[in-house]
Nanobody, 122 residues
Framework: QVQLVESGGGSVQAGGSLRLTCTAS????????MGWYRQAPGQEREEIAN???????NYADSVRGRFNIYQDKAENTLYLQMNSLKLDDTAMYYC????????????????WGHGTQVTVSS
């Protein structure tokens, strides 16, 4: 089993920045892909970014150029730097870990964190 704990969410004005953190623990040897999803009220959960063990990244069009995903493998920690935040970025953000990345998809057994809320206001 893998446990994921997110932090760093909060409220920010449009145009501002936030950094999300996800710390993994447990049986992490099987994890070769980590990523971030988000779910806005009334909408489906969508994957927005992932990174594989080699550091290859993938982004959804909605966040490319504004968000940056990176990891500290030694600390089993995943980050999402979010810049130029927009009202549409308001959502619950979830960290996920999986066996592999396939483009902007995470495959195999998938583990989830409990989420951290990001609210962008005007």
């Amino acid at each position: 089993q893998v446990q994921l704990v997110e932090s760093g969410g909060g409220s920010v004005q449009a145009g501002g920045s936030l950094r999300l953190t996800c710390t993994a623990s447990g049986s992490t040897d099987s994890i070769k892909c980590m990523g971030w999803y988000r779910q806005a009220p009334g909408q489906e959960r969508e994957e927005i970014a992932n990174i594989d063990e080699d550091g290859t990244t993938n982004y959804a069009d909605s966040v490319r150029g504004r968000f940056n995903i990176y990891q500290d493998k030694a600390e089993n920690t995943l980050y999402l730097q979010m810049n130029s935040l927009k009202l549409d970025d308001t959502a619950m953000y979830y960290c996920a870990a999986a066996a592999y990345c396939s483009g902007l998809n995470m495959g195999g057994n998938k583990y989830w964190g409990h989420g951290t809320q990001v609210t962008v206001s005007s």
